[in-house]
T-cell receptor, first 109, second 115 residues
Framework: RKEVEQDPGPFNVPEGATVAFNCTYS??????FFWYRQDCRKEPKLLMS???SGNEDGRFTAQLNRASQYISLLIRDSKLSDSATYLC??????????FGTGTRLKVLA | DAGVIQSPRHEVTEMGQEVTLRCKPI?????LFWYRQTMMRGLELLIY????????DSGMPEDRFSAKMPNASFSTLKIQPSEPRDSAVYFC?????????????FGSGTQLSVL
């Protein structure tokens, strides 16, 4: 079993739609959680950290469920510019950032 | 700030040749990571340096891979001899302290193709 698992997609959604991705992790001792965004042929960039109480940044909402060992990302009012691959990242201690293989999102006009 | 700088952006080489990838981390960051990204396996950590010292090289695939960080502003990843299965995108990333909740800053990556 992979340490971090994501549905690869693609998720094809129309502009303005709401879309949600989940990510599961296997290490119950994981300490911190993140969502990164990666555009085609570009480097990953931090989208947002995920806090225990859940957090929001504009149209983006991230949530953590430690009991079930998953994190989620909700995108409201999707824009064409949101089209990208979203990487779930789990930190299991100091430098150990484990990346999921990503969920691809395509927002359609 | 110039960000993490990697070179070359693209490298095409023949099997058996030596390949050297270069990275300049963000000034003041004391943690440096080399990752490899493939479609099948995603991003995999190859090696981690802290204060120029290799802390964890357990992700280095085999002895053909080596990495150095001679000073705080420069690191290299070398593959010798290269093989077609080494074809991937290699990313260098840095972070300020190497703490558990830090943002990783990635370079633009090196697309390596071994023919």
């Amino acid at each position: 079993r992979k340490e971090v698992e994501q549905d690869p997609g693609p998720f094809n959604v129309p502009e303005g739609a709401t879309v949600a991705f989940n990510c599961t992790y296997s290490n119950s001792a994981s300490q911190s959680f993140f969502w990164y965004r990666q555009d085609c042929r570009k480097e990953p960039k931090l989208l947002m950290s995920v806090y225990s109480s859940g957090n929001e940044d504009g149209r983006f909402t991230a949530q953590l469920n430690r009991a079930s060992q998953y994190i989620s990302l909700l995108i409201r009012d999707s824009k064409l510019s949101d089209s990208a691959t979203y990487l779930c990242v789990v930190n299991t201690g100091t430098y150990k950032y484990i990346f999921g293989t990503g969920t691809r999102l395509k927002v359609l006009a | 700030d110039a960000g993490v700088i990697q070179s070359p952006r693209h490298e095409v080489t023949e099997m058996g040749q030596e390949v050297t990838l270069r990275c300049k981390p963000i000034s003041g960051h004391n943690s440096l990571f080399w990752y490899r990204q493939t479609m099948m396996r995603g991003l995999e950590l190859l090696i981690y340096f802290n204060n120029n010292v290799p802390i964890d090289d357990s992700g280095m695939p085999e002895d053909r891979f080596s990495a150095k960080m001679p000073n705080a502003s420069f690191s290299t990843l070398k593959i010798q001899p290269s093989e077609p299965r080494d074809s991937a995108v290699y990313f260098c990333a840095s972070s300020p302290q190497g703490a558990t909740n830090e943002k990783l800053f990635f370079g633009s990556g090196t697309q390596l193709s071994v023919l």
